[in-house]
Nanobody
Framework: QVQLVESGGGLVQPGGSLRLSCAASGTIFSINDMGWYRQAPGKQRELVATITRLGRTNYADSVKGRFTISRDNVKNTLYLQMNSLKPDDTAVYYC?????????WGQGTQVTVSS
């Protein structure tokens, strides 16, 4: 069984930074695409950023230039560096990974941007 565990969320002031991590564990031979999604209260879950195994990235327009997604294929870990955070970035952030043909989700980590 595969588990994804996020960490690094918290409360930060507008303009601040946070770094999220997502560690995959279990029987894993290879992880294909990975990504971060977020869901704000009363809104649908939305894509934040994705990254292929070879490092090709894709970002939502709302985070381009502020967030950076990266991964460590040896450690099976995904990262999201978030800079210049805004109150609109407040949400639960979820890690996502495709392993073979199965999609896995983490339990989510809360990010709150407020003064």
């Amino acid at each position: 069984q595969v588990q994804l565990v996020e960490s690094g969320g918290g409360l930060v002031q507008p303009g601040g930074s946070l770094r999220l991590s997502c560690a995959a564990s279990g029987t894993i031979f290879s992880i294909n695409d990975m990504g971060w999604y977020r869901q704000a209260p009363g809104k649908q879950r939305e894509l934040v950023a994705t990254i292929t195994r070879l490092g090709r990235t894709n970002y939502a327009d709302s985070v381009k230039g502020r967030f950076t997604i990266s991964r460590d294929n040896v450690k099976n870990t995904l990262y999201l560096q978030m800079n210049s955070l805004k109150p609109d970035d407040t949400a639960v952030y979820y890690c996502n990974a495709w392993i073979v043909s199965t999609q896995y989700w983490g339990q989510g980590t809360q990010v709150t941007v407020s003064s």
